[in-house]
């Protein structure tokens, strides 16, 4: 597709520019960039009326609609996002490792920029905004295909990205829209390999599953979170109830948000009618085994679906396990690699789930919820990453790089 | 496939067995291993020598004969491999990062095996024992899927090493071989997404790109070179011609050979008569642009397609630049990310090339055939990366991990 090598050129071209800028004009760069998305406010609220308008008329749903929509304040708030990675320290230049050799090589191994980032999601406009920030902060040049339902909108906030850094002579081609909404072009876009060094993709499981199976480009995925409490018999059953809540409760659509629990048998009919009491309350529907049924009457059966299932939603599939051993099986059967914990008083069986669970996090007594960029402490997130290459967990700055060797010598040869 | 279904599900009740060995348990398995290669040497000949028949009856060339041919020195240095990594500290379990968090989490980013690793290759027998050794020294299960024409050779390897584990009351599923050597079965190997955490294809750049173009499972690519020197105007030019011809003639058909020159110009007329005599007594064809056919009258004509081989081979590709700047954008453009070098005196010219010139191994005044994981310290390769992700350059057992986040907290949960 001519299209996608054009922008894969420029892309590639801008790329060797964005790489020798220092911290401090990247920095200007996304000053700019947030001052123009404030300033221009009004030309975004207005492509994104004409998204919006579109959507409703097609009949997107209520929860959608809401994250399509822009108001002053998240037009604001995507500009605050780019203010906050002005704050980061730049990762890229450091000096990982250095080795000396006997034949008196000197090896530097060294951070840099991975290249090409391309960017496929759905239609949440502010990704536009955070994605661009996040890579120009680490020297990669990023090309961004979102969902159709917001092309206006991203247009408009890509536009105003592209003329501030203009106006501040730095290469606008640091961020590029797929502006033609063609399935067949966002398939060849997940082959542009010879152009675009990463891609990630943001949204939902299908959205993931079609970019892992067509993509030549190596991929991090990114976001699907089967996410599991396991209730000890040694847990503090009294702290128990309000981290499993928050867990699952706390803000319901979130991939580090808990969907499963499995609480030991031992401590079932005394911790069971509470917990399903307080679960009740918050409106989650529980899906259990016999056991839990026994115990939580108005709870309905679970099948072997609910448990490798992320609802997403006011529901909660939950097991009865004779074992610590019995529970990190089940999770490393169902679980999707992203956020698992114990609630447990019992050191042993906390360091046995600790290492046994095959997950980017696992906690002991605390909620999944704080798999999270902000709340690791990295400043920001491109994404959580289910994969074990290159990236686990939350993806922060250092995430979106690579690294080189730089090695210098006085004439070695190779015996 | 039910039988890929099979594997895959031993390989992965094998990993959690794995993880959890000690250092000592792994070293034990590995000497166990050494030990039977060699004590069942005739075993591993007398199968090598079945695949050696028919190849050559098939009419196989005798550079691939001559890899594809064990003999009682090789299946000892394949053992003395497998004691080599014996020696080399185990990564697994290092504490990567700690952070404690404001709100009283504790976080400790910690390495651990990538669970389960796919290795596809050619026809060359001691990648078996090699790949099995450092996946095994990493806590990781290995499937291994090797050239059919060396499939008798690689099934004894892989049932001596198995029945050694097993001796040692290890889970021999540690390393298991697909003997189906249908294209098919590769093909849904490389889709086995369920059981496989990484996929590394070993071999020529047809199989790297079929596997990259096939593959669900993560890839990394590695082992393509088609690696530059560029003689700067400020070169030493009496170095020079060694370290060039130790690039390109020290071994012929390696992924770290010198296969395209790019000289400065200025110096063009002092230097590139004596090189291409010291080629010519070396045997290598040279292919150049008009100023090079010029100074090195044998020399033939470069086409763009030139430019872009990796020749293994008696040949190389030069061409004239008029600056360094000229040089870092045909390297960048003609590369694959590999090993290029500069040989300058001039250290703004040589930071130039360092930071400019995008390769996994950017060297100054030295061999690319450096580009190794012994030569780097590492002890030990699976291969060397091309590509971005996770590693690049040489891949030593670290590179063959990841980490997850350890996160033990005292009832926290998010406000």
Do not use: W
Not at 61 to 72: C, G, I, K, N, V
Request: hydrophobic share 40%; glycine share 8%; aromatic share 6%.
């Amino acid at each position: 597709m001519e299209y996608l090598e054009q922008l894969g050129q420029k892309a590639s071209a801008a790329k060797y520019e964005l790489q020798k800028l220092t911290e401090e004009d990247k920095n200007r760069g996304l000053a700019a960039a947030a001052d123009a998305l404030v300033r221009q406010t009004e030309r975004i609220l207005a492509a994104n009326r004409e998204d919006y308008q579109t959507a409703q008329a097609g009949g997107m749903s209520a929860a959608l609609l809401d994250r399509l929509q822009l108001t002053p304040e998240r037009v604001a708030a995507m500009a605050e996002g780019l203010k906050q990675i002005i704050a980061l320290p730049d990762p890229v230049g450091e000096v990982m490792e250095h080795f000396d050799r006997p034949n008196g090589l000197h090896i530097d191994k060294v951070r840099v920029p991975m290249g090409v980032i391309g960017i496929i999601y759905e239609a949440r406009p502010n990704v536009t905004a955070d994605a661009f920030g996040l890579c120009f902060k680490t020297g990669n040049a990023v090309i961004l295909k979102g969902g159709r339902d917001a092309a206006h909108s991203n247009e408009a906030i890509t536009q105003i990205i592209r003329e501030s850094l203009l106006a501040e002579q730095i290469n606008p081609d640091a961020v590029q829209l797929i502006t033609d909404n063609d399935r067949a072009v966002t398939t060849a876009f997940m082959q542009l390999k010879q152009y675009v060094d990463l891609l990630i993709p943001r949204g939902g499981a299908g959205l993931i599953r079609a970019v892992v199976e067509n993509s030549t480009i190596p991929v991090i995925e990114t976001g699907t979170g089967n996410c599991h409490i396991y209730v000890d018999e040694d847990a503090d059953l009294d702290r128990a109830i309000p981290i499993i809540l928050n867990a699952k409760t706390q803000r319901i659509g979130v991939c580090n948000a808990c969907e499963s629990l499995l609480v030991h048998e031992r401590i079932a009919a005394r911790f069971l009618p509470a917990l399903g009491e307080a679960l009740r309350e918050k409106h989650v529907q529980v899906r259990g085994d016999e056991t839990v049924r026994r115990m939580i009457p108005d709870a309905v059966a679970a099948t072997e679906e609910d448990y490798g299932t992320e609802y997403l939603d006011y529901i909660v599939s939950m097991k009865t396990v004779g074992s610590v051993e019995e529970a990190i099986a089940h999770i490393n059967r169902y679980n999707t690699k992203h956020s698992d914990a114990i609630l447990t008083q019992n050191a042993e069986h906390a360091e046995q789930f600790l290492q046994g669970v095959d997950s980017a996090c696992v906690y002991v007594n605390a909620s999944t919820r704080f798999t999270d960029g902000f709340e690791f402490g990295f400043g920001a997130e491109i994404g959580i990453s289910t994969q074990k290459l290159h990236a686990r967990g939350p993806m922060g700055l250092r995430e979106l790089t690579t690294y080189k060797y730089l090695i210098r010598g006085d004439g070695q040869i190779r015996a």
